[in-house]
């Protein structure tokens, strides 16, 4: 999409702070952190939000779980644990309208979230 920020990080427009990268899916670190060890998880196809998963994409979503899994060992926050986030719509606070997964670590985290 072409007014999507989170398309251009993944076209390289917009700069980040590359984890990980493959033919689906793009990691890189939250601009705003919230804990020690904030990066967010994207697919490199354009979806919306959770609200527009379906039969045909949905299979992304266990291939980003598999991802997060791995970077979480390889930056140390598997072992003392994390919390995978993803905001959907208004209510859940999604501010980027391209679906991407919080993984927050490093730090003890608090819940219920407010
Ligand atoms: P949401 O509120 O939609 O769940 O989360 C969007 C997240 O994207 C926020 O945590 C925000 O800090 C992050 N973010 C917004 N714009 C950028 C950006 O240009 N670069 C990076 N690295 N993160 C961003
Ligand atoms: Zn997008």
């Known amino acids: ?48 939000s959770a609200n527009d998963l379906n039969d045909n994409n949905a299979d992304i979503v266990s291939h ?4 997060i899994n791995k970077l979480a060992v390889e930056l140390n926050i598997s072992d003392k644990g994390y919390r995978i986030v993803n905001n959907c719509g208004e209510d859940g606070g999604q501010t980027v309208k391209h679906i991407h997964f919080h993984v927050l670590g490093g730090r003890c985290l608090h819940w219920p979230p407010g």
């Open 64 to 67: 980003i779980f598999k991802i």
């Open 1 to 48: 999409m072409d007014d999507c920020i989170f398309c251009k990080i993944v076209k390289g427009e917009i700069p980040s702070k590359k984890i990980y990268e493959d033919d689906k899916v793009y990691a890189f670190y939250d601009i705003n952190p919230e804990a020690p060890v904030h990066f967010l998880v994207i697919p490199k196809d354009h979806i919306a």
